[in-house]
């Protein structure tokens, strides 16, 4: 179970980055939870059911030697799905 504490809402409002970037956001977004010591566990992909829909990554993040942890839900992109075939290659697109 996923514990709510005053500091789950720091990490959903988490901002965008001010400058030019070829990443998706959820992507930048798991490299900053890598940098800030989380572990990253990829739960499930959901394979959207229209072709305009994208599919969808869950992921849980655990930080380090703490009982922190969250749900992220990123939607597909390109870099996303280059990082789930390196580091989760069970869940290739």
Sequence with gaps: ???????????????????????????????????????IHLVDRWTARQKSEPCKLYFILARVGSDDIRALLLSWHRDLEQFVRDEYPMYAF
């Design 1 to 39: 179970m996923l514990q709510m504490t005053d500091s789950v809402f720091d990490w959903d409002q988490l901002q965008e980055p001010m400058c030019s970037s070829g990443h998706s956001p959820g992507y930048l977004r798991l490299m900053a939870a890598l940098d800030c010591g989380w572990n």
